[in-house]
């Protein structure tokens, strides 16, 4: 091996390194990602459910009112 080839080869080497490097945060970033979308659409379905929750919560108050005025009337 001459003496010129060998700083090509450690520069090739590093090279190497550095993509490496850079694929593997790529693989990480992109599992974050996957996680964070999961994580989204977790939190969507609760708040929908949460949703659905208050508008029967209230739905039930405002008969409880109507019920409510409607004895005090009666009485």
């Known amino acids: 091996m001459s003496i010129e080839t060998r700083p090509f080869e450690e520069e090739l080497a590093a090279l ?9 945060r790529l693989r990480r ?4 990602n996957a996680s964070l979308r ?16 208050n508008e029967q919560a209230r739905t039930r108050v405002e008969a409880m009112i ?4 409607s004895l005090e009337a009666a009485g």
């Open 66 to 69: 109507e019920r409510l005025k």
């Open 16 to 24: 190497s390194c550095t993509l490496d490097a850079a694929l593997e």
């Open 29 to 32: 970033l992109a599992e974050e």
């Open 38 to 53: 999961r994580g989204r659409d977790q939190m969507a379905s609760e708040r929908a459910v949460l949703m659905a929750r």
